[in-house]
């Protein structure tokens, strides 16, 4: 990837390549479940008020920095962060922009995996007369190894190795590549998007059966869009939906810097950032919830729904749902449904590994080709653990440090070093220069204290959740008994792995004993892992940084 040569080939790729950026597996898996679990339309309201308190001004503050650093020639984050303070702690800073994407493209490229191989397995009609717990023993099958795929063996390997081979090939096209693909998978998305949405508004009451009496997808959907207002004093809501908009807008990573740096200095951003912004939400708040949800509401009731969404419902459940339609239609369902996933995954995962390509282009003179394959090993060098131990919690902890963690304290850097040390009246400038609309001048309140304070709360909520994320109990029983109860899902029980350790304590039976030491094993080794990924970018900037410094 020649960075100094490369463009965006029209504004339309530009748009598109963004919005894929953001649109991903979330969109349909994540969002579903926060919305389910947080109390429905409870949670909507809480969820459109952090995105426009948080979204859409980080949305502005990284396509405005990618600009920024893109008209000086830097086109990754270590480099575009330097270019606005003359201090040299924000190179190091701007690691987590290429260390993040790595790590998760990593694990994500398994995930994309999945739907590659389940897309073929509706099309081949495996699922066809498999009962729903069929269904999902294939699944756990599936990811302990046990499955193949036309006489294929380990076919979970098979599949993860063919994605990131796809996304290699696709990467060493350059921004060319990227915009190509955005250009047919949006499209195609929301496309089996509708269809299936179409699907779950048409269900109704006719799958009414002895064992679910009362299945209605009308109940799901009244569920997701009626508020309960009482609830919305609970501080726990508000933290899911400032982080289900945190992650679905692909914010605190730097693809959208390094995508913003291929901007040429005079064309919007503004309307861009906007339009990118507000087609991820279409995608999440329209299709997003019109299509799990209603669907499975309709076969199995909203109770059921209540007590049993969680992530794997799109490959454990859809399929014998889909079923339910007949042979073909089914097919065809399975399809879109993976296909659609599939779609969601791959934008966003050839975003990641532009980091990586330009700050290697920049620094070191490599070409895209070079680039690309590079990126591909280094995501099937760390993936490849996730496949293969993903039993013992292997890939949970690449999820929860680089796809969580890291995200917040990026964001959260990123965001002050705008507002306040670059400057809000540089940064305003750079946001409305060439705008195409006018921007709000109480945004400029907002990035400079609400939007901080919000990551700040969500920062300080992962440190410190309190068990089953209940704050209103926890507040309590700090004020009664002067404790905090930690959730193990909490950054200080995470790191010392204290629920692990405690569980170990407790059992009995040598084979739970096993299985936890396993565990404990596989998480301090992917914890190895990323710190040496992480110092191994930050000894590339560094020297990077020493080049640069010969050539003056």
Not at 25 to 41: D, E, K, S, T
Not at 288 to 316: C, H, R, T
Not at 397 to 413: E, H, K, M, N, R
Request: proline share 3%; net charge neutral; hydrophobic share 50%.
């Amino acid at each position: 990837m020649n960075s100094s040569k490369e463009a965006w080939g029209s504004r339309l790729g530009l748009i598109l390549a963004m919005a894929g950026n953001s649109v991903g597996l979330g969109n349909f898996l994540r969002f579903p479940v926060q919305a389910i679990n947080n109390g429905g339309g409870t949670f909507i309201i809480p969820y459109l008020v952090c995105f426009v308190l948080m979204g859409i001004p980080l949305l502005w503050i990284e396509w405005s920095m990618g600009r920024f650093g893109g008209k000086r020639g830097h086109h990754s984050t270590p480099f575009i962060l330097n270019s606005m303070s003359a201090k040299p702690i924000w190179k190091y800073i701007g690691v987590f922009g290429i260390f993040t994407n790595i790590a998760v493209a990593a694990y994500y490229c398994y995930i994309e995996s999945w739907t590659l191989s389940y897309a073929l397995h509706s099309l081949k009609g495996t699922f066809s007369s498999l009962s729903q717990s069929s269904i999902a023993l294939f699944f756990d099958d599936y990811i302990n190894l046990s499955t193949s795929f036309f006489g294929i063996p380990n076919e979970a390997v098979f599949f993860f190795i063919i994605c990131v081979v796809l996304n290699t090939y696709i990467l060493s096209k350059g921004l060319a590549g990227i915009e190509k693909v955005a250009k047919i998978g949006m499209p195609l998305l929301i496309l089996f998007g509708i269809f299936l949405a179409f699907k779950g508004l048409t269900i109704g009451t006719t799958a009414v059966s002895e064992q679910f009496p009362l299945a209605n997808a009308w109940d799901g959907l009244n569920y997701l869009w009626t508020p309960q207002y009482d609830s919305l004093l609970r501080p726990g809501i508000w933290l899911a939906a400032a982080g289900q908009i945190f992650f679905t807008l692909s914010v605190g990573m730097g693809t959208i810097h390094c995508y913003a740096a291929y901007v040429k200095s005079k064309d919007d951003i503004a309307l861009n950032a906007t339009t990118a912004g507000f087609t991820n939400e279409f995608v999440e708040i329209v299709l997003g919830s019109l299509i799990v949800i209603p669907i499975a509401a309709g076969y199995f009731g909203l109770d059921w729904i209540k007590e049993n969404m969680s992530f794997g419902i799109a490959f454990q459940t859809m399929p014998f749902l889909f079923n339910q339609w007949g042979d073909v239609l089914a097919s065809i369902a399975g399809v879109f449904w993976f296909g659609l996933l599939f779609f969601a995954g791959i934008t966003s995962s050839l975003a990641m590994g532009t980091p990586w390509m330009g700050f290697m282009t920049d620094e070191f003179g490599w070409n895209k080709i070079k680039g690309a394959i590079s990126f591909g090993f280094l995501v099937l060098a760390l993936g490849l653990p996730c496949v293969l131990f993903y039993k013992y919690g292997y890939f949970e902890q690449y999820d929860y440090w680089a796809g969580t963690v890291s995200l917040v304290i990026f964001a959260l850097a990123e965001t002050i070093l705008f507002a306040w040390i670059f400057g809000l009246t540089k940064g305003w400038k750079e946001i409305t220069t060439g705008a195409d609309i006018k921007v709000p001048i109480i945004f400029k309140f907002i990035i400079k204290y609400i939007t901080p304070v919000l990551l700040m709360g969500v920062f300080i909520g992962a440190l410190i959740t309190p068990v089953n994320n209940n704050w209103i109990d926890a507040f309590n029983n700090l004020s009664a008994h002067g404790t905090w109860p930690l959730d193990g899902q909490s950054l200080l029980l995470q790191i010392s792995n204290a629920e692990k350790y405690h569980l170990l304590k407790n059992a009995v039976d040598p084979l739970v004993i096993e299985s936890i030491k396993n565990e404990i094993f596989y998480t301090n080794m992917a914890r190895i892992v990323l710190l040496i990924l992480f110092v191994g970018i930050t000894v590339l900037v560094y020297i990077a940084h020493k080049r640069r410094n010969k050539v003056k």
